[in-house]
């Protein structure tokens, strides 16, 4: 209508919509009808009554549309609160359909077995399996036996890095914790009484953001256990006093260790490296020794992951670096300083006379401990 072949309509938002006329065709620009706007370097913008109505349109558009959602929505709240009771209890048992379904199909596909239970306390499981761990491993997977009762509380675990310790007490909590929700059990069987609470202090983590190093929290985390476990709990405790001096480390584990074997008597799986903790089950009834089987090969180590009576007689911590990529120097240097502590008469005296054996071997000390024991909240 113009005759102006370069006319053209733009937005931005700082002036909304507008005419763009470039500088040769202004002199067709009908001014009776086009109010200029802005003047830029080869070109004028321009708008019209109507291009002003049409923007108003637009960008209230946006803001209707939004009002009419939110009036929708409060609709549709309304008319679901008016059946809120009725639609909650068909979730909630949609829910509990989907979740029983589920651990159904998993029992069937993975041969889960029906767990008994009783009020006599105890865990007994037998070819108990980890139901994670045995459907992402390449290799096959080992299952274990555990026997809880009245008589056997804790169980001291020792054996290898890799060696499956963790493992193991893991799958020994999933299948309890598994058993109580009503769901069959990864295991050929299971005899399982009431267990209040389940505890663990596994893995190393620090909080730096509130101060805490990677020792306070585990302090901190096994300060909780210990005031809180009851005859009726399931407590795994891993590695137990390795941030600090050997001596210190050993001690702690060893008190915390007595302490949940003679005051607490929870169901207990306590993994270890301080070989001077497998003397426990001499000093404390309900305690005993399991170890997870390795084997070397040369230089190399084999893991066996099966589960065996008694403590272990090494932790094959050089073997493992080896496979963690350790240089082969420093291996080297590692191995004979390990030969000169183990050969060193002087240091082995020191390392028989630490604390906690010496704690152990005399009366006094041990009424001592017991008393402080009592004092704890």
Known sequence: LTGISSLKIKFNRVFGYYIAVTTPNLHLVPEERYIR?????????????????????????????????????????????????????????????????????????????????????????????????????????????????????????????????????RQIALITIMAHLGSYVPAESA????????????????DLAGGRSTFMVEMSETAHILRNATTNSLVLMDEIGRGTSTYDGLSLAWASARYLAQELKAFTLFATHYFELTTLPNECDGVENVHLDATEYGDDIVFMHQVKPGPANQSYGIQVARLAGIPQPVLSLARSKLETLEQNPALTRQRDNTSSEADINNPAKTTQQADLFQQLP
Do not use: C
């Open 191 to 206: 005899t399982l009484g009431v267990v209040d609470q389940v505890f663990t202090r596994i893995g190393s983590s620090d």
């Open 37 to 169: 706007k802005q003047t830029m370097t080869n070109h004028e913008r321009y708008f019209t009554d109507e291009l002003k109505e049409f923007e108003d349109k637009v960008l209230s558009a946006r803001s209707k549309a939004l009002a009419r959602e939110k009036w929708l929505y409060e609709n549709l709240l309304d008319k679901l609160n008016e059946n809120l009771t009725d639609l909650q209890s068909t979730a909630e048992a949609i829910a509990e359909i989907d979740a029983l379904a589920g651990l159904a199909e998993r029992a069937d596909t993975n041969n889960w077995q029906r767990p008994t239970l009783q009020m006599r306390p105890g865990i007994v499981i037998k070819q108990g399996r980890h139901p994670v761990v045995e459907k992402v491993s390449d290799e096959a997977f080992i299952p274990n036996d555990i026997h809880l009762d009245s008589q056997t509380r804790m169980l001291l675990v020792t054996g290898p890095n890799m060696g499956g310790k963790s493992t193991y007490m």
